[in-house]
């Protein structure tokens, strides 16, 4: 099935420590979006991207929506245990009424 | 406002049988879209409805099928089930006007085929 490219695959960081994922496409999409998963559980929505260059803030979450639209970035500042996870990108194209999610970049964090 | 709910959370099955899967979306929210989740394929989309009609479907066989109803809560339902078909089914709901509305997951529905 369909894809989206994200990396890192996984991560193990210290307590305290920033970091920084991100998401590819070969498409453009008009929707990028952020959730973390834990397991057994559905994808909980971070944040929600509309604009092409849209840099936005959740707490310590900041994403942004790639200036070519193919691509987006999440950043973790000063990470906590409770951070660990499956973070997973989506994207969507208007009209199209899906998402096409990434890989999932699963985070460790050592206390 | 309560979220997306998903019955049951749980389910086991045995090969040959058929599922339905119900899904109760945010309360406002027309759309519901369902996907599949499995450790090799990831999330994948199954359909998309609004206003009980289906808008997209994805790559599935047709025994994977989807409804809506006028609440626009929506089932769907897994015919001859097969080994294959073991995974968490999501169930997201949005306002559904736009196409590429912000999606809001419920809790899945874990099948295990035996």
């Known amino acids: 099935g369909q894809q989206l490219n994200q990396s890192p695959q996984s991560m193990f960081i210290q307590e305290g420590e920033d970091v920084s994922m991100n998401c590819t496409s070969s498409?453009?999409?008009?929707?990028w979006l952020w959730y973390k998963q834990d397991p057994g559980e559905g994808p909980v929505l971070l944040i929600a991207?509309?604009?092409?260059?849209e840099l936005t803030s959740n707490g310590r979450l900041t994403a942004q929506f790639g200036i070519t639209r193919k691509d987006s970035f999440l950043n973790i500042s000063a990470s906590i245990p409770s951070d660990v996870g499956i973070y997973f990108c989506?994207?969507?194209?208007?009209?199209?009424?899906?998402?096409?999610f990434g890989t999932g970049t699963r985070l460790k964090v050592l206390a | 406002k309560a979220g997306v709910t998903q019955t049951p959370r749980y389910l086991i099955k045995t090969r040959g049988q058929q599922v339905t899967l119900s899904c109760s979306p945010i309360?406002?929210?027309?759309?519901v879209s369902w996907y599949q989740q499995t450790p090799g394929q990831g999330l994948q989309f199954l359909f998309e409805?609004?206003?009980?009609?289906?808008?997209n479907k994805g790559n599935f066989p047709g025994r994977f099928s989807g409804r809506q109803f006028s609440n626009s809560r929506s089932e769907m339902n897994v015919s001859t089930l097969e080994l294959g078909d073991s995974a968490l089914y999501l169930c997201?709901?949005?306002?559904?006007?736009?196409?590429?509305?912000?999606?809001?997951f419920g809790p899945g529905t874990r099948l295990t085929v035996l």
């Open positions: 997201a709901s949005s306002l559904g006007d736009r196409g590429s509305d912000t999606q809001y």
């Open positions: 498409s453009i999409f008009n929707t």
């Open positions: 991207l509309y604009k092409a260059g």
């Open positions: 989506a994207g969507s194209t208007s009209g199209t009424y899906k998402y096409i």
């Open positions: 309360s406002g929210h027309r759309s």
């Open positions: 409805y609004f206003s009980e009609t289906q808008r």
